[in-house]
């Protein structure tokens, strides 16, 4: 149960009246949050910049980011990896703020841990999307825009999370400032029959058309296939290693 934003005993009734909730804050909410973003954006803070893809395929998924980090208009990183392994069966990309990033992905992968040992089974990649969209919702997270993929014993799933915690269960989607010019590549090359290995080339042609024209993406490709095996992540240097 939530609490009170503050003790009501202490002031008169005429308190309860104003403009406040009631019920709050949430688990991760924190006063004067949008000027702790705004501060965050006048220091400087790093930033993935950013294009990543993920592809629900006939076995499982695969995500694909970039390897660039930005600190403002400077490349801060030439060798980042964007997408991690949350969950036995699922991962995570990252979009946006590197520190809130790092430490989203940290927190899944401990509520993941404690579940398996509190139930004795994985997580549902259903549970794994509410609980990542609770989380950015709570405000705790600035400003992160994650895809999640993974396989649970309903078959495959690709969620596309918000920076404010909407989910919604995708066949294909991207995130991050290239995300316009990968989406048209997926838009032109999926289809609903889409193997693994398919789904690997069509990623890192929309990553590489991201890369050509977006600023913030570069410098590399990061692969992460999930199937019923757990987690597979490999780095390429080289677009045509894939292609």
Do not use: C, W
């Amino acid at each position: 149960m939530r609490t009170p934003t503050g003790d009501l005993s202490d002031g008169p009734a005429a308190d309860l009246g104003r403009d406040q909730p009631v019920f709050g804050p949430e688990l991760g909410e924190f006063e004067h949050s949008e000027r702790r973003a705004a501060k965050a954006e006048e220091d400087g803070e790093m930033k993935t910049g950013t294009t990543t893809v993920g592809i629900k395929a006939d076995d499982g998924v695969v995500m694909a980011t970039d390897m660039r980090a930005s600190l403002g208009g400077m490349v801060s990183s030439k060798d980042v990896q964007k997408v991690e392994e949350i969950h036995p069966r699922g991962a995570l990309t990252i979009a946006g703020s590197v520190s809130a990033a790092q430490n989203l992905i940290s927190t899944l992968r401990a509520e993941t841990s404690l579940y398996e040992a509190r139930r004795g089974k994985d997580m549902s990649m259903e549970a794994l999307s509410t609980l990542t969209g609770n989380l950015l919702r709570s405000g705790a997270f600035f400003v992160v825009q994650p895809i999640l993929g993974g396989v649970d014993d309903e078959g495959a799933h690709i969620y596309s999370i918000d920076a404010l915690g909407g989910t919604t269960e995708e066949e294909y989607t991207v995130t991050g400032s290239g995300s316009q010019y990968a989406l048209g590549v997926l838009e032109q090359e999926y289809d609903d029959d889409v193997t693994i290995d398919e789904a690997k080339t069509i990623a890192a042609k929309a990553i590489q058309s991201a890369v050509e024209r977006d600023l913030a993406s570069g410098n590399g490709i990061n692969v992460a296939v999930v199937t019923d095996d757990g987690v597979e992540i490999t780095r390429y240097k080289e677009f045509d290693d894939l292609l």
